[in-house]
């Protein structure tokens, strides 16, 4: 799906054969409305049925089957499926199943993206700017942590165009009431740093191209699973003996006082695999979970939370779900050459086949 949106955007994928490179120039940019579009058509087309705007109310075991209650504009109203699969990133239908969740003691902060135009980086003067952003943040007017990504601070935020650049430490992300103050709070500072840039030199024509529909969350909960990957297991490349994806990406934390990142490259030919028992909740049978709030600790959670990973992660437990419901097999039972096979069937890039 990623090679096709790239495709019809007219773009190229970056040269994955030189992997020495950053991880950001080997990230692939996909026009986030033919992905859309495409990934509609994929789902309608296979014949599964799709719900937008629904969430899940009430997950029950009965029958061996689960039995969902799901709230949508017209109420409350029921599925069943016989194996479920916790796409939620906060691990929501483990938690209402009756399943141990985890969550750190301090959590990355969250971010509000945004972009901005309206004027030429480079006539900027950037120290008379950090003088008087520094000024700003003395006085009040702005937070540290409002440009808290950047360590070039003003500088920083300008070459980025204001995207994926604000911190916002202490947000609970994971309840209604906390997603909401999130984003009064994500959009005020966007705000603050709005009418800040505006009136410094050479930014008096800026303009807002967009404020994100939602703020950004990083981190909320990780499941209790069946194996736990540790920053040991991650960097490491650790080869699980159940392992059924890859992941790739450096340690990435965000410091969760908002200022700055924990970033650490892993070592030359190191590549870390998920384990399915990572994906498995502990004491559950018939669940799955993927996405970054699979088992790990916080700082191997930074990296596999990345979104290839998490779409691996995504590939491979629809795959065993499938496998599952159609052999009447519990996941965990599942032999991993069938797995690996139907992944491989998909396309995916199964753990063993590189070298
Ligand atoms: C600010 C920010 C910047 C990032 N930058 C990058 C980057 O540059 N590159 C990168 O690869 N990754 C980046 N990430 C990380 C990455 O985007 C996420 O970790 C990843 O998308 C998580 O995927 P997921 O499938 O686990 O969850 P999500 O992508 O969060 O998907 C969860 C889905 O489940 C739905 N949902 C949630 N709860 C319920 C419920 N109770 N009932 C029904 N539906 C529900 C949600 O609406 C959502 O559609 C960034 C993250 C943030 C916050």
Redesign the pocket.
């Known amino acids: 799906m990623v090679r096709r949106a790239v495709e019809v955007a007219g773009d190229k994928l970056p040269d994955f054969s030189n992997y020495d490179q950053p991880a950001n120039r080997l990230?692939v940019r996909v026009n986030r409305a033919i992905y859309a579009a495409l990934l509609d058509d994929a789902v309608v087309g296979s014949g599964a049925t799709l719900l937008f705007h629904?969430?899940?109310a009430a997950v029950e075991r009965q029958d061996e089957q689960w039995r969902l209650t799901l709230c949508g504009k017209e109420g409350l109203f029921e599925e069943r499926a016989r194996v479920l699969v916790d796409?939620?990133?906060?691990a929501?239908a483990v938690a209402l199943a009756g399943y141990e969740r985890e969550q750190n003691d301090e959590r990355q902060p969250?971010?509000y993206?945004a972009c901005f135009s309206g004027f030429d980086a480079a006539a900027i003067n950037y120290d008379a700017l950090d003088r008087a952003y520094e000024a700003a943040v003395t006085a009040g007017a702005l937070r540290l942590t409002d440009l808290g990504t950047h360590q070039d601070h003003a500088r920083g935020f300008l070459r980025y165009r204001g995207r994926?650049s604000m911190h916002l430490p202490g947000i609970d992300g994971s309840t209604s009431r906390g997603r909401t103050a999130a984003e009064i709070e994500g959009r005020r500072g966007l705000m603050r740093i709005f009418e800040f840039l505006r009136v410094q030199p050479g930014l008096e024509n800026l303009t807002i191209d967009y404020f994100a529909a939602e703020c950004?969350?990083?981190e909320t909960y990780t499941i209790a699973g069946k194996k736990r990957i540790t920053v040991d297991d991650y960097a490491g490349g650790r080869m699980w003996d159940d392992a059924v994806c890859y992941s790739f990406y450096p340690i990435d934390v965000h410091r969760p006082s908002g200022h700055g990142i924990d970033y650490r490259v892993l070592a030359k030919d190191t590549f870390p695999t998920i384990p399915r028992g990572a994906m498995l909740p502990f004491g559950s049978q018939w669940l799955l979970v993927?996405?970054?709030?699979v088992a790990g600790d916080q700082e191997a959670n930074s990296a596999y939370?990345?979104?290839?990973s998490?779409m691996a992660m995504?590939q491979a437990a629809g795959a065993m779900a499938a496998l599952s419901a159609r052999s009447h097999t519990e996941p965990e039972e599942l032999a991993l050459a069938d797995i690996h096979a139907a992944l491989r069937a998909h396309g995916a890039i199964v753990p063993g086949d590189i070298s």
């Open positions: 990230s629904t969430l899940l796409c939620s990133g906060d929501n969250a971010t993206d994926n950004g969350i990083r993927a996405g970054r709030c939370r990345v979104q290839a998490c995504g």
